[in-house]
Nanobody, 124 residues
Framework: QVQLVESGGGLVQAGGSLRLSCAAS????????MGWFRQAPGKEREFVAG????????YYADSVKGQFTISRDNAKNTVYLQMNSLKPEDTGVYYC?????????????????WGQGTQVTVSS
């Protein structure tokens, strides 16, 4: 089992940047494909970005392609989400998630482990 702790959220003006981090417990981080999801008030949780276990493959929701970058450092048990050119519609709680031995997926149900989330608020 893995425990995930997100950090790096906050309040930023439109056009600004934030870098989210998700630290995982244990020594088996490289066994997990990782994903970032977000949930805006009154909306369902949606996929944002995912990365394979080695980091060789990344994939993004159409809404954030070219704007967000996911990466991971298996030596540090951490996955990152660099968010640039932020817009008010990027506001929400951002969650990281882990999929044991998975190839990576944009499907919420594929991820077994979830962090508590970090709030991102983008003001106009």
């Amino acid at each position: 089992q893995v425990q995930l702790v997100e950090s790096g959220g906050g309040l930023v003006q439109a056009g600004g940047s934030l870098r989210l981090s998700c630290a995982a417990s244990g020594r088996t981080f490289s066994r997990y494909a990782m994903g970032w999801f977000r949930q805006a008030p009154g909306k369902e949780r949606e996929f944002v970005a995912g990365i394979s276990r080695t980091g060789s493959t990344t994939y993004y929701a159409d809404s954030v392609k070219g704007q967000f970058t996911i990466s991971r450092d298996n030596a540090k048990n951490t996955v990152y989400l660099q968010m640039n050119s932020l817009k008010p519609e990027d506001t929400g709680v951002y969650y990281c998630a882990a999929d044991l031995y998975g190839p990576g997926s944009d499907a919420h149900a594929k991820y077994e482990f979830w962090g508590q989330g970090t709030q991102v608020t983008v003001s106009s």
